[in-house]
């Protein structure tokens, strides 16, 4: 207490909240040093991120042409090929290096997408209230009745393949959870001392959202958007599947997609499917683990669990 | 009395929402894609004549005003006219549709009710005994399954169960050209039926745990429990009369929204097992470009959702005194 | 003969950083027939004293000492035993009835629950029993087949009151049983308890924040601050000259009606109640208390007797102390 009030003396204002903000992240951060789900989610997730953005180093990228694949056809794991190779010769790991970087790209993107609507959507309505309130929520209820996944497949079969459409179709599939949780809390933001006393001094609405709100919801949202993330890569994953990906992109979706086409469950052919698939399963576990986590502390009624 | 304007006014609603998948299904495939006529009255490998193709389109509406395209969709979806398949010529899209509905419904339906009854079994266990061995198991298996794709559950149950011990079909409804019937044709659809539907039922337990769960440990918090217990009724008494038939309440909501996901579960683990439903009949119209079965079917689709939504609302109407009085 | 006899209780919750001790050693007793009044602010223990004494806190809960109820100790039950306890010999008027009756369930069913854990029943009896206990507490029998909803703040709280009273027991515990209603009401519910309490001779503890409201039920009143109790005695005598600081800043937080000197300057206390996980050294009031001496600081009072079954926990009550207090 005595260190604040000397901060506010010498420095800055913007230089003081910026301290406090530091000191809340190094809370933070201490707290979720303390979940062994969040560690475990974090740890995989550093490692596939590594590895995405290494993906030029590690493995040419000619290894992904069937062309010039020169491994063995349909061999299973070897010291050569750790993964075992496809049914043109090419080397499965190969593969799911350059893979991760489409899945998250894709994940990350589309994640975003839905956040930026989502919590637009919601704070609009949890912030101003009233018929805006009533008008949004019904529009996002009636979102929620449409299928997400179908609805995706519907637009992808559409609109045509790439990766920017693929990014927005999930995107803007999946943000009406985003934007029911942020409204929730936006509405109890609303309510407290520090909006009404802006509201009081002549804050205008934008002005409230982004310098009250935003940073208020800023939590919810970051660990809402990190459970979409999941939710994209599994989306992304059964639309390449079904074969609605970008062509021109090897995703892990993408490589599932051939193996099955080419028949690889009924020869056995386990680790062409056994290790794209499992870089999904655990891609998305880290993810949700990593979520979960934040929302745990964020949500203190949680902790308790 | 207040529950029939309950019951009044959540039809209403639904029939609101109904008006607006209707419209989205209309915009969808007349008004976003860049040519509408071309996209409707085509194929993949195959070139309608001209003259067809303006038949057909006039059939439509095509080429009339948006507003009365729309009126017209909206006729003609009433009258459940859907126009002719072009994946199976001559055949009207509802006959198609009606064919394939049936290996569907019994897939979702059975899957459904089993990860149901085990998911929501496991959740009230596991939040009445938080953080025993039974719980923690759960979560995990819970975790896990979420993070999978289905079709890739579906393969590698399909690689090991099938492929490498051969305990089960690689896929179809049932054993082609056989003339089985009675109770070895009931056993036979069951064999081919068994390894779809554990993929469904594995893949969306943990949905309906987790929900269960929580809601559950949200009501033992509640002060009406200690009230109970405090009445010196059993434990057992506690739990299934008073704390699992509220939090029954908020999960039921949730499980009719979750229903839609398990029918986008069901596309691709049809693709996998080549299930005869309307998951692969979907996935036929993407890869043909048959876009007047699919629009059929997306409609399908959120109908189904629709329809679950408003069963829960009813059912809530049904547990809940209170939102009868609403 | 006493109903209740409470002897060194001590409870603590456990949490994350380790236990916390929420009651610290209490001691009180209950006379058949007697109204106890337990006040304090929120979070001093009351309520979990309410609670604890038929062991209802959440499982793990740490509890120590004796609660002998009707002769047998509480803490000592086997689970089958407590269950048979529950509701026969002691039964709660729980506070806030709002959230404290099953949404989902008839009202008349929830009290006829109450009857058929104990005693086996036929539907009529049950029946019957309901339709007096809703009498008795001011509503029409008819309203057994009305959900929680369908009553008001006050008509909830009989409710309670009535099921309270399903199996005759010996002990009523009300937990801040008008806390939540309006004044009316409020007011009305007190009077149906005094009444029931003297035309049954039921005993009763009743825990409350609201000092006011003792002062109109209460035969002895028990004042409790930061998980002990710090003063008890005959209501009126407590209420009316406090030997304790904290009872007396509590007393003044009440305005007395006609009441010259409280228009003059509202008192009350500075200050919150502490953390239990940070009690203050010596009395855990002294950081709060208009009274306090540099021994307070340092020493933890022991109990002072304070005249004829009088007690207080203070410094000040010790033989030598600078001054007496002011009655």
Known sequence: MADDALAAKTRSPRAVVWARRRLSAGRFWATYRRSVMGIVGLAILVVFVLVALLAPVLVSSDQLDVTKATGPILEGPSWAYPMGTDDAGRSVLALVVWGSRVSLAIGLLAAAVSMVVGAAVGIIAGFRGGRWDAALMRFTDWFLVLPGLPLAIVLAAILGQSMFIIVMVIGLTSWPWTARIVRSQALSVRERAYVERARGLGARDPQLILKHVLPNLFPVIFANTILSIAAAILAESALSFIGLGDPLRVSWGATLELAFAAGAPTIGAWWWIGFPGACIVLVVLAFTMCGNALEEILNPRLRQR | MGEWRYVARKLLQAGVTLLFILTVNFFLFRVMPSDPVRLLTRQRGVQLTPEAQAALSSELGLDRPIPSQYLQYLVDTVRLDFGNSFIYPGQSVVSVFLRYMWPTVLLVGTATVLMIVIGLYLGIRGGWKRGRPLDVGSMGFSLLFYSMPDFWLAMILLILFSTALGWFPSGGFETPDSDLTGLSRVLDVANHMFLPVLTLTLGYIGEYYLVMRSSLLDVLGEDYITTIRAKGVREDRVLWRHAVRNAMLPSISLIALSFGFVLAGAITVELVFSYPGLGLLAIQAIDYQDFLLLQALFLFASLAVLVSNLVADLVYSWVDPRVREA | ?327
């Open chain 3, 1 to 327: 003969m006493s109903v209740l006899e409470v002897s060194g209780l001590s409870v603590s919750y456990i949490t994350r950083e380790g236990p916390v001790p929420a009651v610290r050693g209490v001691s009180f007793g209950i006379d058949r027939g007697q109204v106890l009044g337990l006040a304090g602010e929120s979070g001093c223990g009351k309520s979990t004293i309410g609670l604890g004494l038929l062991r209802l806190l959440p499982p793990g809960t740490q509890m120590s000492g004796r609660v002998v109820l009707n002769g047998a100790d509480v803490l000592a039950m086997a689970p089958s035993q407590l269950g048979a306890v529950r509701w026969t010999q002691a039964s709660v008027v729980f506070q806030g009835a709002q959230h404290a009756l099953d949404p989902v369930i008839r009202v008349g069913d929830q009290i006829e629950e109450a009857i058929l854990a104990h005693r086996p029943a036929t539907r009529r009896e049950t029946r019957a029993r309901t339709a007096e206990l809703l009498e008795l507490v001011g509503l029409p029998a008819r309203r057994a087949r009305d959900f929680p909803n369908e009553f008001s703040g006050g008509q909830k709280q009989r409710v309670m009151i009535a099921m309270a009273l399903a199996c005759d027991p010996d002990l009523v515990i009300a937990d801040e049983p008008t806390t939540a209603l309006d004044v009316m009401v409020q007011a009305q519910v007190l009077r149906l308890l005094k009444n029931l309490q003297m035309e049954l001779g039921l005993s009763m503890l009743f825990i409350t924040h609201d000092l006011s409201v003792l002062a109109q039920v209460a035969d002895r009143l028990a004042v409790m601050y930061a998980g002990r109790i710090v003063e008890e005695g005959p209501a009126d005598e407590v209420f009316g000259s406090p030997a304790h600081p904290y009872t007396a800043a509590l007393a003044d937080a009440f305005p007395r009606i006609g009441d010259e000197a409280f228009v003059q300057s509202p008192g009350g206390l500075d200050g919150d109640p502490p953390d239990p996980r940070e009690l203050p050294s010596g009395c855990s009031f002294h950081p709060r208390c208009p009274r306090v001496m540099d021994r307070c600081r340092t020493i933890e009072p022991p109990s002072f007797p304070a005249g004829t079954g009088r007690r207080a926990e203070c410094l000040l009550l010790e033989e030598g102390a600078p001054e007496a207090m002011p009655t």
